[in-house]
């Protein structure tokens, strides 16, 4: 293998570029799961979230192009299919909330559930709609930014990208404004803390609890949607590949800070970004020295497990994470 | 509040209660743990919702179905446990569940730094909004959480048990502060079950027991006698007689203890002391002083990171829990259900738990069961402990009873020294009696007994010696007959060290 290449400029540019594109879906379910922990509820069952996402994402895309209504949906069908991504992930979130919230469930068990739900169900839409594995849809124009695109390096690693990318960026700067400057992310954090305090407050927990659920869910579900509509355009079994509970812990590594989320994500990202590289590079001059390819496929998982590491025994978890509220019981 | 009843499955928290405030009075309301004097202030704050009964307010019957309707209608309350966020800041805590002018954005936080200013200096309640509250004194806290109640336009604030966690110089504070808020026409409900502060702090008393109303007094009209007997239904000795102590040889040496936090921060910070036997030596201070640190040290719960502990000459220091008792501790936990207890398991298993594994309770590695339930009965007997049976679940006794089980079993083991943390919290004065009492018996017996207690009255009625804790440091010792509740009040809060233009050598 010759590792010189990889030392290049070109590699290192399109390497980088590669890593943000894979962070998008990663970055929008740590966003979602940060505010969901923030409110107290410990949603584990992000990775069943983010595949009903991408299997709702994927047919709605797949059908606006070749169903009856293909020539109405035309150019809007990644953006419907990125919208029922988000519905699907609400729908998935409602279980959660009822489970958790409303029946105080315990929060860990209700989380699994609803990956193993989300795993089957997806599985089974596709197969309902598909016998065949090679459906595949036309995904999102890359959107270069006028002038910006234009700057050497810069321009090419942060300006030329699809929509999605764009929309992450600014939305974990929204995640943010809306915990630390907003009544409402107030009231989401109060209850996180102490939801008692809170209620004698006047915060209705269960309500914030239900909301915060519900927006965290349905930004898992757009990152599972960008994943199969805008990125790889095509659906597999299983193909979210654990991004889930990376997010889980990456809200960790990022001590629950909607800034740190993006650093976390971007590390996953480049690691990704890096893995797929090697493997083309490895094929190539297959023989002596290739390492074999699931290794390669760890690099990601292994660096999450690192970052978690280096963030270990910090106690910055919101202090109710993960109990239910019983109202009057101290 | 008119013929409140209030139900939970099992027991009837009100049976019938009637309750008047009037315009710009303090009102105590009075009773043992259990009475119902807070599930009586929770229905009044929409928290429960009452099975019979009628509020009025302002001559209107209203119907709370949450605290949010409560306090739109002028009610406040002070939680025991305070309700406030701790990594928020104060104007954070005091703004939450509050519309602001600029909604779904926070209002400015120099407008409401300025309110909160302007609301403090009219009541005399200094506080800095910008601190967040897990850095503030409990007295500080309490502070806060009276000022959020007064942002939300409260009328009528209720104080469920404002001071049994403050200091005798905070206690001081509040009052005025009660005194002032009632100048200026708010009205007080004062739950308490501390005679002496009830008959300093009221105007009227009600007292509650089994959930009724035993009578309503004015407060110039009555004594702490006669509100003890309402109380708790018959006369009550409220404080223990003792013989002088007669100390002999020290039982238990602490030297140079250092330790850390659970948080792994120093909590002991070179603590030396010795208890001898037939004494008992207090040990007062402010909760989070290092107390628990201290007492989970000695029982071999936290490891020391640096000194020495001797029992009956035997070095402890960072024994096993079981080493430690075999040395001759016994151990009246803190956390009586973390610690003190399996709830699960029956009265009989509780009371033989450290001795089980041994003869006569195991012959050959079988459990005698006959012989363990006999033993379990005598001790019920001896220590007045009320349960249906010694196979009911210990989970299921009142916590004075849980507390009478636990020291029939400590006492049991035939301890040389006994470490009694928090004794009697959360219990009822006739349960409280009966501890203290025990408590001399064996010092008398000739028992060295290491006494922790937050509750400053406790440490003066039974020490013989008193050392006084702060930041995990012991800043003083006193000669309990010479103890000045003042000059401990200061060393509690650190503001006076033992020396500091005192006589020396008390101890």
Redesign the interface.
Known sequence: MNWSLILQWSFLIALVTAGIRLAVPVVLAVLGEIITERSGVLNLGLEGVMIMGSVAGFLTAYYLENGPMASAGGEWSAWLALLAGMLSGVAMGLIMAVLSVTLRADQVISGVTLVVLGHGLAAYFYRQAFSSLTARVSGMEALPIPLLSRIPVVGEILFNHDPTVYITALMVVAVWFLLF???????I??VG??P?????????VGLVRYSATLLGTALAGLGGAVLTVVQLRLFREGITAGRGWIAVALVIFARWRPGLALVGALLFGLADALQYRIQALSQVERGVGAIPYEFLLMLPYIMTILALLYRSGR?DAP?ALGRPYV??A? | MRGIVKRFPGVVANAGVDFDLLPGEIHALLGENGAGKTTLMNVLYGLYEPDAGEIWLYGKRVSFASPRDAIASGLGMVHQHFMLIPPFTVAENIILGQRSPREPLLEDRSSVYERLLALSERYGLAIQPDAEVWTLSVGEQQRVEILKALYRGAEVLILDEPTAVLTPQEVEELLAILHRLVDEGKSIIFISHKLDEVLAASDRITVLRDGKVVDTVDASATNKKALARMMVGREVVLRVSKKPANPREPRLIVRELRANSDRGLPALRGVSFEVRAGEIFGIAGVAGNGQSELEEVIAGLRRATAGQVIICDKDTTNCSPREVGQAGLAHIPSDRYRRGLLKDFSVADNLVLQRVSSPPFTVHGVLRRDVIRQEAQRLVREFDVRTPSVDTPAGKLSGGNAQKMILARELARNPRVLLAAQPTRGLDVSAIEYVHRRLIEQRDAGLAILLISTELEEILTLSDRIGVMYEGEIVGVVDAREANINEIGLMMTGSKRQGDDVKEGAA
């Open positions: 400057r907003t009544t409402w992310g107030l009231r954090r109060s803390e102490n008692a305090a809170a209620e004698t407050s006047g915060v209705n106690a202090a109202k009057g101290d």
